[in-house]
């Protein structure tokens, strides 16, 4: 099974007033995300389930890759992609799909990044850019706890080697 773990989009600055949850992507980062989103698309996703966190940036990062992927099924707000995501959560989630052979998950740092560190065992942790996308293969069934690393797409980057994640 092949995971995706997204990063949402640059967000708007916080601003008094403004609960966390609320804040919007920016103009700028719903720019950049629809070229990540064409290049992911180049790169042959075809989920099958898509989840994102409820935060609006989050969701309006998972709208952007639906659309441009022509995703034709729900993108599903999965509350336990809320910020405090990690290996436990996403085992949750995956336990309710079996079977799947994409889904993607769209969230927040420093949770993803975390989760990346932990499913390949690097020697010290990886944070996500905003908008970057991780391409992770974990078996089927049986111990989810080591993923092999298919790629990133971070920038205007690709990198095939998980040596490169670590500095």
């Not at 309710?96 to 932990?118: K, M, N, Q, S, W």
């Not at 996500?128 to 991780?134: D, E, L, N, Q, Y």
């Amino acid at each position: 099974m092949r995971i995706y773990l997204v990063r949402h989009a640059e967000s708007v600055d916080r601003v008094p007033g403004m609960p966390d949850a609320a804040r919007f992507l920016s103009a700028r980062g719903r720019v950049s995300f629809r070229e990540m989103a064409r290049r992911f698309r180049e790169a042959g996703a075809l989920p099958t389930r898509m989840f994102t966190s409820p935060f609006v940036r989050a969701v309006q990062t998972a709208e952007i890759l639906s659309e441009t992927l022509q995703y034709d099924a729900e993108v599903a707000v999965a509350l336990q992609l809320a910020p405090g995501f990690d290996v436990e959560g996403l085992n949750v989630v995956l336990d309710a799909f079996p079977g799947e052979r994409e889904i993607v998950f769209v969230g927040h740092e420093p949770d993803l990044g975390d989760i990346l560190t932990r499913l390949l065992s690097l020697p010290r942790r990886y944070a996500m850019r905003k908008g970057s996308i991780a391409a992770l293969d974990l078996p089927d069934t049986g111990n989810r706890a080591r993923a092999d690393f298919a790629w990133l797409l971070a920038g205007d980057r690709r990198i095939e080697d998980p040596a490169m994640l670590v500095p």
